[in-house]
């Protein structure tokens, strides 16, 4: 197979991607000044903001409540056993996720899905790998709650919330009453909307910054969405808005085919291993298993690393830091 050359016009798999977007923009609200005063931007990058859109810098959180939420994201003692929280999975000093295949529930077993990233989840449609969880509250109820996540109790909760005055005293700073279910639950997804990762490399390209991508990572972009993959991966999380049949064209080997929230590929140089089981270890070996089993395309090497030179434009920055892979787990 050729790789095509970067087009100035719309591909097909463009169009159906401009097609798609709207359902990913449609959760966020106008962003001001997209781009820098003055500046024109390349024809390239017009043509990719029809696909894909940069992240924002804010959901316009209440920063009150995010300070609350960030406390109780990494607070053991909402847990059953008070010994775990939420950045015991979802490790917001490196990728918002783990570095294991499957993270272990409360009783030592593995979890059925590998843990996806925290980061940028407020902007996909729905949460869970089979986008099973509706919302943002929907999520924060799960994990506090169910016995393989934290396994807690809003008795319990709310029993060391209002007996801790680092906690008693914000809540009542920032929603004017004692601690409640939906107070807990708001405070917890105002922090996770702010978990988000702009100023990528490829968000500031598609902003107007000419250097901000190499011509092989240009390229890798023009395979991208020459031979397809923008049909799912786009918007402004290059996924996470809408479902999609696992294995269109080939089965993936020991897996049944399902439909499954397409994947947010913001982030995925450094969130192996990779796909629900997590039993995918490298970013190449993910790329050619997709194209074959999504698109029927057989990739040569040389095509995989041009795609993966592209998506590890995707890596963005919390707080003024670039997301890095976590440490491998020890044997």
Known sequence: MTVPPPRSGRSGGAALAAALVGSALAILPPVAGEGPPGRTLPAEAVDAQDVITPIPASLGADPDRVALGRMLFSDTRLSRGGDRACITCHDIRSNGASAVARNLTTDGTPLPRNT???FNAALSFRLGWAGDIPSLPDQA????????FLGGSWPRILAVIRAD??????FWAAYGRDADRAAVIDAINSFERS?????????RWLRGDTHALTGAERAGYALFQGIGCAACHQGVNVGGNLFEKVGIF???PNRAAEV?????LRNVAVTAPYFDDGG?????????LMARAQLGRELTDAQAASIVAFLGTLTGSYEGRPLTAPAAPQP
């Not at 109820?141 to 393989?148: G, K």
């Not at 499954?260 to 947010?264: W, Y």
């Open 165 to 170: 005055p680092a906690l008693d005293g914000p």
């Open 250 to 252: 080939v089965t993936i």
């Open 195 to 203: 978990l988000l990762t702009p100023d990528s490399r490829f968000d």
């Open 260 to 264: 499954l929230r397409v994947p947010s």
């Open 280 to 288: 995918v270890a490298t970013l190449p070996e993910a790329v050619r």
């Open 116 to 118: 996806p990233t925290a």
């Open 141 to 148: 109820e799960i994990a506090l709650t169910h016995p393989e």
